[in-house]
């Protein structure tokens, strides 16, 4: 199950998933990118695994009650082996700046609910429901944002930071029924959502920067995001839990700060 599949790293990831360790796919996105989401949906047809999309909001509370209700409805019980959120629905702007575009209270309260309290939402419904397979995986993906002073990213550091909590905190709760549940961290990825916010000059320079200070001298993929959540869903990774897995490849959050800072951040848009 993957929230935000039909673009960046939702879709990779699906993709990943269904080549190994070839699993069927239940994704949830808003319907913004139908070329991107038809894709993905030929890509896993010529693997051979079956692909289910639920268009709408992934959000909020009651999108994750109807979603499980149509989980259920799908696939039936204990059948959900991964569910990974990538849900990617923020507002960017500033706290108290005058003379730019201020966050309102609807706006932070979005941000939360999308990047960080969706993920309690979905996990206590697949739960209540007994959706859960054995040994199930739930990942949720955060970036050095969380680590860094960016302008106009106040409001999406603080969701990645509770997103951090709850996943500790759902590791907890879950582990003695033998389900893992983890957060990757991955550096800058070349992905429309990444740039929102930036002009488009400004997004190029930002990249530019990013990939000078990785010590492999480029940005992370998408794909590389996809391959490593197929290797957290094996055995080999049981022992994976409540932890925050740096892949941003040597990439530090004081040095993407610089990165952002430096690149003209327009605290005036939003997504």
């Given at each position: 199950?993957?929230?935000?599949v039909?673009?960046?790293?939702?879709?990779?990831?699906?993709?990943?998933?269904?080549?190994d360790?070839?699993?069927?796919?239940?994704?949830?996105?808003?319907?913004?990118?139908?070329?991107?989401?038809?894709?993905?949906?030929?890509?896993?047809?010529?693997?051979?695994?079956?692909?289910?999309?639920?268009?709408?909001?992934?959000?909020?509370?009651?999108?994750?009650?109807?979603?499980?209700?149509?989980?259920?409805?799908?696939?039936?019980a204990?059948?959900?082996?991964?569910?990974?959120?990538?849900?990617?629905?923020?507002?960017?702007?500033?706290?108290?700046?005058r003379?730019?575009?201020?966050?309102?209270?609807?706006?932070?309260?979005?941000?939360?609910?999308?990047?960080?309290?969706?993920?309690?939402?979905?996990?206590?419904?697949?739960?209540?429901?007994?959706?859960?397979?054995?040994?199930?995986?739930?990942?949720?993906?955060?970036?050095?944002?969380?680590?860094?002073?960016?302008?106009?990213?106040?409001?999406?550091?603080?969701?990645?930071?509770?997103?951090?909590?709850?996943?500790?905190?759902?590791?907890?709760?879950?582990?003695?029924l033998?389900?893992?549940?983890?957060?990757?961290?991955?550096?800058?990825?070349?992905?429309?959502?990444?740039?929102?916010?930036?002009?488009?000059?400004?997004?190029?320079?930002?990249?530019?920067?990013?990939?000078?200070?990785?010590?492999?001298?480029?940005?992370?993929?998408?794909?590389?995001v996809?391959?490593?959540?197929?290797?957290?869903?094996?055995?080999?990774?049981?022992?994976?839990?409540?932890?925050?897995?740096?892949?941003?490849?040597?990439?530090?959050?004081?040095?993407?700060?610089i990165?952002?800072?430096?690149?003209?951040?327009?605290?005036?848009?939003?997504?």
């Amino acid at each position: 199950m993957v929230l935000g599949v039909s673009a960046g790293s939702g879709a990779a990831i699906a993709r990943a998933l269904a080549k190994d360790p070839g699993l069927d796919i239940f994704g949830v996105h808003r319907g913004r990118h139908p070329d991107s989401a038809g894709a993905v949906a030929r890509d896993l047809g010529a693997l051979g695994r079956k692909l289910h999309f639920r268009i709408g909001e992934a959000g909020t509370a009651e999108s994750a009650r109807a979603g499980a209700e149509e989980v259920l409805l799908v696939a039936g019980a204990r059948q959900v082996k991964v569910l990974v959120h990538s849900i990617a629905n923020a507002s960017v702007g500033s706290l108290v700046t005058r003379g730019v575009t201020q966050l309102t209270p609807r706006q932070i309260e979005k941000t939360f609910s999308s990047m960080a309290h969706s993920f309690v939402y979905w996990v206590q419904e697949l739960a209540a429901r007994d959706l859960l397979a054995p040994s199930a995986r739930l990942i949720a993906l955060t970036n050095p944002v969380v680590g860094s002073l960016c302008p106009g990213l106040g409001v999406i550091a603080a969701s990645k930071a509770a997103l951090e909590v709850y996943v500790r905190q759902l590791a907890i709760e879950l582990g003695p029924l033998g389900h893992r549940v983890n957060l990757v961290n991955f550096g800058l990825v070349d992905t429309r959502a990444g740039s929102v916010g930036f002009p488009s000059e400004a997004w190029e320079q930002a990249k530019a920067r990013a990939a000078a200070v990785t010590p492999a001298r480029r940005l992370c993929t998408v794909e590389e995001v996809g391959r490593l959540v197929s290797v957290l869903t094996g055995d080999a990774a049981e022992w994976f839990n409540g932890a925050t897995i740096d892949f941003t490849g040597g990439m530090t959050q004081s040095l993407l700060g610089i990165v952002l800072n430096a690149s003209g951040m327009d605290s005036n848009q939003g997504r």
